[in-house]
């Protein structure tokens, strides 16, 4: 059997590869390769990792306060000692 690899050369004839599939190694089955249930079982410990981690993260994000600026002067005694090093004596 012929594949067409759809690569046309400078001559712009098509190029045909004969398929075929490799046999498996001496001693493997012909499942040799194939996924097996341990894949499922790390593929679905990924997934409800990254689930718990979005949900902590969410959790956190949501705790923030609205803004990092520094308190206004208004505030009282608390904003008094956020000042310069440099006033005190």
Do not use: C, W, Y
Request: proline share 12%; net charge negative; glycine share 10%.
């Amino acid at each position: 059997m012929l594949v067409d690899t759809g690569v046309v050369p400078a001559s712009q004839s098509s190029v045909l590869v004969p398929a075929q599939e490799p046999a498996p190694p001496p001693g493997k089955g012909p499942e040799f390769g194939n996924s097996s249930p341990v894949g499922l079982v790390v593929v679905l410990l990924l997934l409800i990792a990254t689930v718990v981690l979005i949900r902590s993260m969410s959790g956190r994000i949501k705790r923030l306060p609205e803004s990092f600026d520094p308190a206004d002067e208004t505030d009282g005694p608390a904003a008094a000692g956020t000042g310069d090093r440099s006033d005190r004596s």
